[in-house]
């Protein structure tokens, strides 16, 4: 029985009383009617709160279910304990809680309580000790030792737990338990720490608890990034500490009064941000070749792009973005924009608060340094933000790059307390990194900041007598050079050239010692050749810079008055730099003869890259000045050829390079710039983490720098001195060069982010090198022929891929090689020939469509082969055409030729253009076709119309339609990247613009030879209509407005009519043949595209049988009507027949569509024409041989005519 067990009360005899009342109830109970009993209860129950009665209702329901229920789970855990572990550690991990299943069995667990007895505990309790003598087991469970962890059998993953260290806690690692990882409520047997409960943690009001948060936290994200947890937890870490306000957090963290919390903070957000990897490989491309222009940390959001923007050019739209921006909340920014976000939190006003007032150790200065140094990468606007910051920039010039220090910090073992009032080579590169910010900010660098005055004191010292440690004092000298190239770039700070002629010229003369010294393998000797590098670098923009003063000096002197802006001659001329050249020109030579040493190459391989620069640069700056004798010049250039370049070309070292840039490079092998697993879309990186293989394009093995350096000095050479050309035939001959190029080209690239545009524009230098080399070869050697066809589709791959800040390149290979009949030797070569006999061989569908019957009928007799050659013989025509179409790039073409010429005086920024995709669309060969249509689209918008058609439009479509058939002929590859849907929507813009523009002679029979190229049964199979095609909103939209045109102007057109007809191919959408059927049906009666004419095959029409009921009801309402006739639209019209006759006999019987059958059956045997009525029922298969398109029973088979007689 339930009784009140008395128990706790103290009395001996507790039990008997408890029996007792026991009793007397039971006795008081027998004596009670059953009515009295009820009664009795009745009132009980008025007197008690109904809650409290529904309350002890459940307890009592319950208890039952809970005994059935605690067995159940006693036989589940026998179960599990039986069985063995569903995965092993991290394979099935989770980033987020576990889900409701885990959660419930995890409950029902717990709930199962064991009996606990004094030998679970860890100390036992003792009679003596007070009120101990009645001891509650329940209460002292939680000193019980913590079961041993298993992995719970569930196919969600479990919760990630990390330990101090940010190292990921495998799900079933038994870990004692004085490691301090189990302070935690849930999962308490599991060692290590959730992110929830780290969050939880880190808004502690005990510091050490705050700060212990945050270190782990950013163990955690720097572990993340090293992409330690990518085959381990299911997820993105980063992505959910960011969704989780991760950033905000250690936003406000930095505010905190405490320095530990603030430095634990720096040290998560510098982790968060900055990839020392991606820095170390930028300051490795710094010297390669245009190597010190790099695209912004700008992240790619094009989600974020609004729809408004569009119609905003260019400077509006930036200023109107701005002002978004600035309106918007700052969670908002930081979710597409980390650095963005960070700035409008003023995050460079508190770090130069840490700096300046809190002054902490010397690893809190470098994470603040490094942060500051990412946010400078981000964009021109960030830089001018960290400029305009009070007291920032004078507190780093001040604290970290000061004058003169103790030179107690130079003395070995040496341990530094603080980096304040001592020199800093990470404040160097952050300043060299925010001059590249733009040119403006250089100038302030260098004069309000007296960055100047640095430079001399840095330079002019040996880095051995700079009294600090040497790896700190070479890196400090080359970040000051690398500073001093920077401004040099833009034509500044050159009159330091003059001042420390001297040092420099001492620099040049002990560079051939590194030879020996990378012979004795020193520790120190990487870090030299970079400071030599960075040496040549200087000189290279010192040079370029010089080279232009002659020209500049000559326009100042001419006063001439039209000009709206004299730019100043620089400070130091042509004669001041020319005599370095022997320097390094002699360094060249002793450095090239290592080639075949592979360990001593390697490391010398980046200074002998910026020597081979320097001369390309030398020698044409050289070749422009005044003061030069041309002849001299001339010979300079045979002996460096004969003597240098001739002899390096044949080494086996070279023919080794050449074979190794199909395994190095980007295109050919995608996955090497791919992004890595945690990046995320909102914080820029290039992916470096870890380091490159040595076989990459960024490798040490790499042969892109190097090999790209020979071809611009080889390229310069042969520019200024055209019989050279022939000498360097060989360079094309390279097997390894036209195995990489043929594979490069025919490779997808990868797509285009902060990981692979930094890297794929190197390989592009490389690759239009090449094409410029190709460009000579072709006037010039007889045996180029063989590479021509090869090099033109590299050519077209590299236009749809150059990226921007390379607009020089794309014009260049507009200019000279794109349109230039030397690349296209099939026009010389038989090629016109080889299509019509390729015609005549297939009997192609081309011969269809020049049958007479349209408006320009005689024209179209002209057989493929005299439209190509006609289109070969207008290739100046057709490029003029291209060019005047790309004039909006203009704006960056005048910036992309001032950097790659070397035009110091007009770059603004070492900044390139912010990447979103290629400078071209892939599709570009179509452009003036669709710059047309929306410029008639928009004027029709504006409500005006074009009723005249200049000759210039005529001339520009026929030219676009000329180019395409070219393409699509010789070059059919080369625009395999562009779906045939998109080809055709953009044929289709040829009957949407200008009225009866289509109806042209030249238009109509180069449109009439491209369909006929598209309607081959390859293309027709590779036509899918219902994926959504880029530049183009909806195919749909596009159909109809094709549809409306046809029904104004057409004319009755066979060629507009096929156009009309590919859609409603039956495996299309079912909307676009119900958009003729049902709401344009009027064109059925132009739509008289002859069966003969059509290019078509019917059985892509009427295959497989409609099953759209309203659209067979359509069907058979044009054919009832008349509105669809054989003698108006054949083609639709045995279409119509076909399917009807398929649905009217269909075996397939549902209820749905039974009825409908039957009365459709029904109406066509009461037809009173006997013609239709003889096509609906007695159609038997299609035949494009019969007039009708299709043959007919004689009489029905037996089956239909039993079916037909049932139903009639």
């Known amino acids: 029985p339930c009784l009140i067990t008395g128990e706790g009360l103290g009395s001996q005899k507790s039990e008997q009383e408890a029996q007792a009342i026991h009793k007397e109830n039971l006795e008081k109970l027998r004596s009670m009617s059953e009515e009295e009993i009820l009664q009795e209860r009745e009132r009980l129950l ?92 329940e209460k002292l469970e939680w000193m019980k030792d913590l079961p041993a962890p298993q992995q719970k059998k569930t196919k969600k993953g479990m919760q990630a737990r990390f330990s101090l260290k940010g190292e990921l806690i495998p799900a079933d690692a038994d870990l004692p338990t004085h490691l301090g990882l189990h302070h935690h409520g849930e999962e308490a047997e599991r060692a290590g720490y959730s992110l929830q409960e780290l969050f939880h943690l880190s808004r502690s009001q005990v510091i050490q608890q705050r700060t212990l948060a945050l270190q782990v936290l950013g163990r955690i994200v720097q572990k993340a990034r090293a992409g330690e947890f990518a085959s381990s937890l299911k997820g993105s870490i980063l992505r959910l ?123 809190v200065v470098l994470d603040i340094l490094h942060i500051l140094t990412h946010i400078a990468r981000h964009s021109s606007e960030a830089c001018s933000q960290l400029l305009d910051c009070p007291r920032l920039i004078d507190t780093i010039v001040r604290e970290f790059l000061p004058t003169q220090w103790d030179p107690q910090v130079a003395e070995p073992g040496c341990l530094l307390t ?51 440690p040497r790896e700190e004092a070479i890196g400090l000298s080359t970040e000051a050079f690398r500073l001093w190239a920077v401004a040099a770039a833009y034509g500044q700070a050159c009159d330091l050239y003059r001042d420390l002629y001297p040092v420099l ?62 730019i100043p001659p620089p400070p130091v001329t042509w004669n001041q730099v020319s005599g370095l050249q022997p320097f390094l020109e002699t360094s060249l030579k002793k450095f090239l003869q290592e080639i075949s040493q592979t360990e001593t190459w ?27 004798n041309p002849i001299d010049c001339l010979e300079e250039l045979e002996r460096l050829t004969s003597e240098v370049l001739q002899p390096l070309l044949s080494q086996p070292a070279i023919h080794s390079m050449w074979d190794l840039l199909r395994p190095c490079s980007a295109l050919c092998n995608p996955l090497s710039c791919s992004p890595a697993p945690e990046s995320v879309f909102n914080i820029a990186s290039l992916s470096c983490t870890g380091g490159k293989p040595p076989l990459s394009l960024a490798g040490s093995k790499s042969p892109f720098p190097f090999l790209t350096a020979l071809l611009f000095l080889i390229n310069s050479i042969t520019h200024i001195h055209k019989g050279l050309t022939s000498k360097f035939s060989s360079v094309l001959g ?163 030729q001032a950097s790659y010429q070397g035009r110091n005086y007009l770059i603004q920024s070492m900044l390139l253009p912010e990447v979103k995709g290629p400078i071209l669309p892939s599709d570009w060969p179509f452009f003036p076709l669709i710059s047309l249509y929306n410029k008639v689209t928009n004027a029709e918008t504006r409500g005006a119309v074009l009723n005249s058609l200049p000759l210039d439009l005529v001339n520009t479509v026929t030219w676009n339609l000329q180019w395409v058939l070219l393409l699509e002929t010789w070059r059919a590859k080369t625009l395999q990247s562009i779906p045939a849907a998109a080809k055709l929507a953009r044929l289709m813009c040829v009957f949407l613009t200008g009225g009866d523009l289509f109806l042209e002679a030249p238009i109509h029979r180069y449109t009439a030879a491209l369909l006929s190229v598209y309607c081959q049964s390859k293309a027709l199979d590779s036509l899918n209509l219902d994926a959504p095609l880029p530049g183009l909103a909806s195919f749909h939209d596009l159909y109809i407005s094709l549809l409306e045109q046809f029904e104004g102007v057409s004319f009755g057109d066979p060629l507009f009519g096929v156009f009309v007809l590919l859609p409603l191919q039956k495996r299309f959408s079912v909307h676009l043949r119900l958009s003729v059927f049902g709401e344009h049906t009027s064109i059925l009666r132009a739509l008289g595209v002859p069966l003969q004419q059509f290019p078509v ?19 058979f309402r044009t054919l009832v009507t008349g509105a669809l006739r054989h003698t108006w639209c054949p083609v639709l019209y045995v279409v119509a027949v076909a399917h009807v006759n398929s649905f009217i006999f269909s075996q397939d019987s549902t209820t749905q569509t039974d009825a409908a059958r039957k009365s459709m059956l029904r109406k066509t045997w009461l037809l009173v024409d006997e013609t239709l009525k003889k096509h609906l029922l007695y159609y038997r298969v299609l035949n494009a041989e019969s007039p009708l398109g299709f043959d007919l029973y004689e009489q029905l088979p037996p089956m239909r005519l039993k079916y037909l007689q049932m139903v009639t």
């Open 505 to 566: 010229v001492r620099i040049l003369q002990s560079l051939p010692e590194l030879l020996n010294t990378c012979r004795g393998k020193s520790p120190m000797i990487e870090l030299s050749v970079q400071r030599a590098t960075a040496v040549v670098t200087l000189l290279i923009h010192v040079t370029q810079t010089a080279g232009y003063a002659a020209e500049l000096q000559a326009k100042l002197s001419s006063n001439n008055v039209e000009d709206s802006e004299q």
């Open 602 to 628: 390697q490391t010398l391989q980046p200074l002998t890259t910026t020597y081979v620069i320097y001369l390309g640069v030398y020698y044409n700056a050289c070749s422009q000045q005044p003061s030069v």
């Open 1097 to 1115: 095959p019917l059985e892509r029409y009427t295959s497989p049988p409609e099953d759209n009921l309203n659209l067979l009801r359509l069907y």
């Open 46 to 137: 008025a007197q008690l709160d109904s809650s409290l009665v529904a309350f002890l209702k459940s307890r009592r329901g319950g208890s039952e279910g809970q005994k059935k229920e605690l067995k159940m789970e006693q036989n589940r855990l026998e179960e599990f304990v039986e069985s063995p572990p569903v995965a092993q550690h991290g394979a099935g991990s989770s980033l987020s809680t576990q889900e409701s299943g885990l959660e419930e069995s995890v409950r029902k667990e717990e709930n199962m309580k064991v009996e606990i007895t004094g030998d679970d505990l860890p100390v036992k309790p003792k009679k003596e000790w007070i009120h101990m003598d009645n001891v509650e087991f």
């Open 418 to 468: 603080s980096l304040h009032g001592v020199a800093c080579a990470t404040a160097m590169k952050f300043i060299r990194v925010l001059a590249s910010g733009g040119r403006n900010a250089t100038a302030r660098l260098l004069n309000k900041f007296e960055m100047k005055s640095r430079l001399s004191r840095f330079i002019a010292e040996d880095p051995l007598d700079l009294l600090l």
């Open 241 to 363: 500490l960011l969704d989780a306000g991760f950033l905000f957090l250690l936003r406000f963290s930095l505010d905190d009064a405490v320095d530990n919390v603030m430095a634990a903070s720096v040290g998560a957000l510098r982790a968060l941000l900055v990839s020392l990897d991606d820095e170390k490989y930028l300051d490795w491309t710094f010297s390669w070749y245009q190597g010190m222009a790099a695209f912004p940390f700008v992240p790619n959001n094009e989600e974020e792009e609004e729809e408004e923007e569009e119609e905003l050019n260019g400077t509006e739209k930036s200023q109107d973005k701005k002002l978004k921006d600035e309106n918007k909340p700052d969670p908002d920014v930081a979710r597409y924009d980390v650095v963005k976000g960070l700035l409008k939190t003023r995050i460079q006003h508190r770090l130069r608060y840490i700096l300046e007032v809190v002054r902490p150790v010397p690893t």
């Open 734 to 896: 390279f097997r390894g060069l036209k195995d990489y190029l043929h594979q490069s080209w025919q490779t997808r690239p990868p797509s285009v982010t902060p990981s692979s545009a930094w890297i794929l524009r190197h390989e592009y230098h490389l690759q239009y090198f090449v094409l410029a080399l190709a460009r000579r070869m072709a006037g010039t050697c007889p045996d180029y022929a063989q590479h021509a066809s090869l090099h033109h589709c590299v050519a077209m791959a590299l236009l749809s891929r150059l990226l921007p800040g390379s607009e020089h390149l794309a014009y260049e290979v507009l200019l000279d090689l794109a349109f230039n009949p030397e690349f296209l030797p099939e026009g010389k070569a038989g090629g016109p020939e080889a299509a019509d006999f390729s015609d005549i061989l297939h009997l192609g569908t081309s011969a269809k469509l020049t049958q007479p019957g349209s408006a320009a009928a005689f024209f179209s007799k002209a057989t493929r082969g005299a439209l190509l050659r006609e289109s070969y013989q207008n290739l100046p025509f057709i490029r003029s055409c291209y060019l005047s179409h790309f004039v909006h790039l203009q704006p960056t073409l005048l910036r992309s």
